[in-house]
């Protein structure tokens, strides 16, 4: 057992607080204020934001104990205040029967007083606390009880923000490395002011010039008057879906005329990218790739075109119709990477995405490809596919046909 009190939510409260990624990282003027000010409040000459991990207290703001960068939990008075959701209040330490003994009451430090208000998350998780400390006993009124409280507040939205701005400064580096490799077009929609920002990429397939920045001069509003009206329906309908959280992506095929009245398919994809500190959606982020059209491949008689994917193995089973619509002699069985080098390199970033999709999310595979046979004829075909689970619920396998 440790020697310290521990809250029943012990696991979630601290995968709450790795998830802001902030331990151990260099102090910030953000921080730093807030707990000065903290300190000028309540009249201190000590305040920390201090960080509750599995066996130390670390501190992301320190106002009076220089050079002291963490402690062990066992001796941390914030792993009391986690405990509660009130400000907890210890008037003189030497006093209290919790602390008396407390390397920090009896050494050079001489705690007496400690006033701390909980770091509270969302979801209810006290990750921390901002505290006031003094070498005096002492005792707060209630506004300074009250100041310390929405201090505290104030402290964990700059948390989520800190983390916020992380996650997109991420996503923005994953996504413009997609678009170098692969030339895919990329855009950003915020759904609070209605900002729409794209890529040259994104501008050169809707057929419309790049602003001298880089981005593409558009609206959501005007790049959906470019869908067939059908697919413009289908597209605004799963952006609500996506909005209230119903599917975790979208992920589809949609006709497109472009702003030369070349008609066009594009493969679009979309996910909530940042959410406000009330964890509501405020980007969604996506890309947009054009599926090239070919000739069909000749349709194969008889017996249907089938094919499974072993999971564990990564090798994969075809039927002697898919063989002869691939043109390789029945029997022939690719390598998985072999298999994804027959499409092109944006239709194989879609297939590859919807076969993680079908593992990890139990999506149905449903997609049109341009692909090219070991023999070199193209064609375009329907990808059709659902994953299998063994008794455990475990995915073995994901299985399908393929229509010409």
């Known amino acids: 057992m440790p020697d310290f009190p521990t809250p029943v939510d012990e696991s979630g409260r601290r995968a709450a607080l790795d998830a802001l990624d902030v331990l151990d990282t260099p102090a910030e003027v953000e921080f730093d204020a807030l707990a000065k000010v903290a300190a000028l409040i309540c009249g201190t000459p000590i305040a920390l934001i201090s960080l509750v991990d599995a066996d130390r207290q670390w501190f992301k703001a320190n106002i009076g104990l220089e050079g002291l960068r963490e402690t062990h939990r066992n001796v941390a008075f914030c792993a009391h205040t986690i405990m509660r959701d009130e400000v907890m209040e210890v008037s003189d330490a030497s006093l209290d029967e919790r602390f008396a003994n407390n390397p920090m009451v009896t050494s050079k430090a001489g705690i007496r007083f400690y006033a701390g208000a909980p770091l509270k998350l969302n979801n209810g998780a006290r990750i921390g606390s901002l505290c006031v400390i003094d070498r005096q006993p002492k005792k707060l009124d209630a506004k300074q009880r009250e100041a310390l409280h929405h201090l505290s507040v104030v402290v964990v939205e700059a948390l989520k923000r800190r983390r916020a701005a992380l996650s997109k400064v991420d996503s923005d580096a994953q996504i413009d490395q997609i678009v170098r490799v692969l030339g895919e077009g990329n855009w950003e929609w915020n759904l609070l002011n209605g900002t729409f920002v794209a890529n040259e ?178 064609g375009q075909i329907r990808v059709l596919g659902e994953t299998v689970f063994d008794a455990n619920q475990v995915p073995i396998r994901v299985e399908g046909t393929i229509q010409t």
């Open 201 to 378: 990429a994104w501008a050169s397939t809707l057929g419309q010039a790049k602003n001298p920045s880089g981005s593409a001069p558009m609206t959501m509003e005007a790049w959906q008057t470019r869908f067939e009206p059908a697919d413009r329906a289908r597209f605004q309908s799963l952006l609500t879906r996506l909005r209230s959280r119903e599917i975790a992506a979208l992920d589809d095929d949609f006709r497109i005329v472009n702003l030369q009245g070349r008609p066009l398919k594009v493969r679009i994809h979309a996910h909530i990218q940042l959410w406000t500190a009330d964890d509501q959606p405020e980007w969604i982020a996506g890309t947009q790739v054009e599926i090239a059209h070919t000739a069909p491949a000749a349709k194969p008689q008889g017996e249907p075109a089938t094919w499974a994917l072993d999971i564990a193995s990564r090798t994969l089973q075809w039927s002697p119709a898919v063989c002869q619509l691939y043109g390789v002699e029945p029997g022939y069985q690719p390598e998985f990477a072999e298999f994804l080098r027959i499409f092109p390199g944006d239709a194989r970033l879609v297939l590859e995405r919807a076969l993680n999709r079908a593992i990890n999310l139990a999506e149905r595979l449903d997609l049109e490809l341009p692909f090219t046979s070991p023999t070199g004829e193209t």
